[in-house]
């Protein structure tokens, strides 16, 4: 039986692919910074482990506990909003730790098994926002960005190992509590020049938009990036972040 963990399993994205993959009958570790048994149904193939991907030694004992596993997806990550001119370094480079180092530490914590077993699937869920730029997330796009180059490069990298790497790409979801949690963290990030501008900003991302993306096409998504082994590196994963692909796909065409 195929075993796959998932970082940051609490909520969204980590939680709707969690369920998904129980569904069909995988050992699933679900791994949160606080771990909670309530969110998910009671397996005897479910293994929920403690983890933040900001901590070397959490990630080891995360990886040790968890045995051989045959995926890996790195969901866990956070937004920020904010104009760069009053987003602090320090803000940044939290968001960088969790949203890009923190995918290339646990990347690199599994691939020495991966390699040995001569297989092995990474998953890295990166945004939608890297194909459409869009003001007041220019530090969080970066951190995203960065996690597909570095993806695509790896992916060359392990593939004489059998070992295969893929982005899945989601658009946006106003069912999750992504947005509210970036807008709660640009509250220091925007300075008085740019409020009007920043205001008019997020009341067009509250406006529900016709296209929106859904934990369970996200879950989806990382399905075939796992069981696919003929799928893109590059995987879109709701009706915008498909209609995104194809403008890019025409304007690069």
Do not use: C
């Not at 195929?2 to 969204?12: E, F, P, R, V, W």
């Not at 459409?132 to 570095?150: C, H, N, R, V």
């Not at 067009?204 to 096409?217: L, R, W």
């Amino acid at each position: 039986m195929n075993t796959i963990l998932i970082t940051g399993s609490s909520s969204g994205f980590g939680l709707e692919t969690a369920r998904y993959f129980l569904d069909r009958n995988w050992n699933v570790i679900a791994t949160m910074r606080t771990p909670r048994a309530d969110l998910l149904p009671k397996s005897e193939r479910l293994h929920i482990i403690a983890l933040d991907v900001t901590d070397a030694q959490s990630i080891a004992r995360a990886v040790r506990d968890a045995g051989p596993i045959d995926a890996l997806v790195n969901n866990a990550g956070a937004g920020l909003m904010g104009a760069l001119e009053g987003v602090s370094l320090d803000d940044t480079r939290q968001i960088f730790e969790l949203n890009t180092f923190g995918t290339m530490a646990m990347t690199q914590a599994v691939l020495p098994g991966f390699r040995r077993r001569n297989s092995g699937v990474v998953v890295n869920v990166s945004s939608a926002v890297t194909l459409k730029p869009f003001p007041m997330l220019s530090a969080y796009t970066a951190s995203k960005a960065a996690i597909e180059a570095f993806s695509e490069n790896l992916a060359l990298e392990v593939e004489p190992f059998g070992v295969r790497v893929r982005i899945v790409i989601p658009g946006r979801a106003p069912q999750t509590s992504f947005s509210a949690t970036a807008r709660a963290r640009s509250q220091n990030g925007i300075p008085e020049a740019y409020a009007d501008f920043a205001k008019q900003v997020f009341s067009k991302a509250s406006q529900e938009p016709g296209e929106v993306t859904s934990a369970s096409d996200v879950a989806e998504a990382v399905w075939r990036a796992v069981t696919d082994g003929s799928s893109p590196v590059r995987i879109a994963a709701g009706s915008d972040a498909v209609s995104l692909f194809a403008k890019e796909a025409l304007n690069t065409g």
